[in-house]
């Protein structure tokens, strides 16, 4: 079963422990904190759209990718029910071309672990040299090894991720956070980063 199929059938089946449906506070936070003022932004391994939502309705002008077919038809109605303007694009974030201007700021809430482990940390990182240009931001939201759980994101340690984006970044924060699961029970311990392209 290749990526696509993979992804597309957990979405089928409904086995998507991480789309709790409810816009993350901790992406509300940093912005807030950074004073990052609306842009355009690019979220990559977008799901069921919640968060694409939210940062359109903070103003944002936002393109958002996903791989798999049923989260991007169920993104775009919840964009449309949420009376929003979102570009989604079904794809692989590995395979975003070049744009004609790059991202003020890229969003990534559970991909860059995901992509990390499947394909290669190379893989991402390409990605985003393509997507940015110095000074461009960068939100990642991570799973985090210091909590030992039998289910939940793959983990990565602070100096994984320092080592990782810091070939193309400066890490401006980086702390750990709980992921909000549905219902708001507190989710799987994550890692919130934020980083400025050099």
Known sequence: MDRTQHWNQRYETGSTPWDSGLPSDELRRVIEEANIQPCRVLELGCGTGTNAVLLAQLGFKVTAVDLSPLAIELATQKASQ?????????????????????????????????????????????????????????????????????????????????????????????????????????????????????
């Open 82 to 198: 949420a009376g929003v303007e979102v570009t989604f694009i079904c794809g692989d974030v590995c395979s975003i071309e070049k744009p004609s201007d790059p991202f003020p700021l890229v969003f990534d809430r559970g991909c860059f672990h995901c992509i990390r482990r499947d394909v290669g940390v190379d893989a991402i990182l390409e990605t985003l040299e393509r997507v940015t240009a110095a000074g461009s931001r960068l939100i990642v939201f991570t799973g985090n090894a210091n909590e030992k759980r039998e289910h939940g994101p793959p983990g990565l340690f602070e100096e994984d991720i320092r080592t990782d984006l810091g070939r193309l970044f400066e890490i401006n924060q980086l702390r750990p956070f709980h992921f909000e699961d549905a219902g708001g029970v507190q989710g799987p311990l994550g890692w919130s980063c934020l980083a400025t392209r050099r």
